[in-house]
């Protein structure tokens, strides 16, 4: 695989050939994105790279969260509700009321509980996704920002980005067991595909790898200034942080844990979601308020698409 350190937007233009639709195949069809300035979720297909629709939300949407099925899209609104939007119809389904500040979404295994962080009331709401309302309320320090579940539904992992930590919930019993110190302000968060290790992007230029079976911290990788959105490849043999500060995605490779390359994108990247072949980053710009679709092999840009205003949140059917 190949990796371009720095290459200039202009030039992948150049490239953009090199990923037809025929290439694509069937992939992804669609993409789902929030515009917290403009409080609506815009659909967007994939294989022609044009919006077929926006849908009005909450106020300041943020994160999302998708079954694997593609049925359902969640869609946190930072004013205290999370949006149901059936994907068959593209239509606005339910609203749930959850806590102040709803930021961050997670969906169990099962896909029968959904995990909502409440940055301004320091919580975590538990939406049992049966009746489609919240059953209990979790404090696990201030300002969570994003959060994550492993693979075997065991445990939740919040960023806790007003407290520099990283709050660990037990399912079973839906407490708190342990908060990790890490660094300054923790922002995005992964637990890996085989549930050894939780990734934490780290204010103002760490990735932090906390072991899972000791919950000690394993190693700090420094990337770019600014990490903020995090993911994983499908196979996870590599990492993907966008650098709010420095305007590019950084490419980890996660058995030696070695920065392999830098990508430039848009202005203000904060989050990033790979399609499930492994051939492409979507990469959402907050500051340029577009999206950059990039072909992993050869590490190029090979499509910018406006989606709206300040766009925050990103999920890929």
Request: hydrophobic letters at 40%; a neutral charge; proline letters at 5%.
């Amino acid at each position: 695989m190949k990796w371009v350190k720095a290459v200039p937007l202009f030039f992948s233009l150049a490239l953009a050939g090199c990923a037809t639709l025929e290439d694509r195949g069937a992939t992804e069809s669609y993409l789902y994105v929030t515009n917290e300035g403009s409080n609506s979720l815009v659909v967007i297909d994939a294989q022609r790279y044009r919006t077929l629709k926006t849908l009005p939300v909450g106020a300041m949407p943020g994160g999302v969260a998708l079954t694997r099925d593609g049925s359902r899209l969640y869609v946190a609104n930072f004013t205290n509700t999370v949006t149901v939007v059936d994907t068959s119809s593209d239509r606005v389904v339910n609203t749930i009321e959850v806590g102040n500040g709803a930021t961050g979404l997670a969906l169990s295994p099962d896909e029968q509980v959904l995990y909502v962080t409440n940055r301004s009331s320091h919580t975590v709401s538990v939406v049992d996704l049966a009746r489609e309302r919240t059953v209990q309320t979790i404090p696990v320090g201030l300002g969570p920002n994003w959060i994550d579940v492993a693979p075997d539904g065991r445990f939740v992992y919040v960023s806790n980005g007003s407290s520099s930590e990283v709050a660990v919930i037990e399912t079973a019993t839906h407490s708190v067991v342990q908060k990790i110190k890490v660094g300054e302000m923790p922002t995005g968060i992964r637990v890996s595909p085989d549930g050894r290790t939780v990734w934490v992007a780290d204010y103002p230029r760490g990735v932090t790898i906390i072991d899972t079976a000791s919950r000690n911290i394993e190693r700090t990788i420094t990337v770019k200034s600014f990490p903020a959105g995090l993911t994983f490849s499908p196979d996870g043999k590599f990492v993907y942080v966008t650098n709010v500060s420095t305007d590019n995605l950084s490419v980890i490779d996660a058995g030696t844990y070695q920065v392999v390359g830098d990508i430039p994108v848009g202005k203000t990247p904060v989050e990033v979601k790979v399609s499930r072949n492994g051939r492409y980053a979507y990469v959402l710009n907050e500051g340029s308020s577009d999206l950059s679709v990039i072909d992993l092999p050869s590490g190029q840009v090979i499509k910018t698409l406006k989606v709206g205003v300040r766009p925050s949140g990103l999920a890929v059917r």
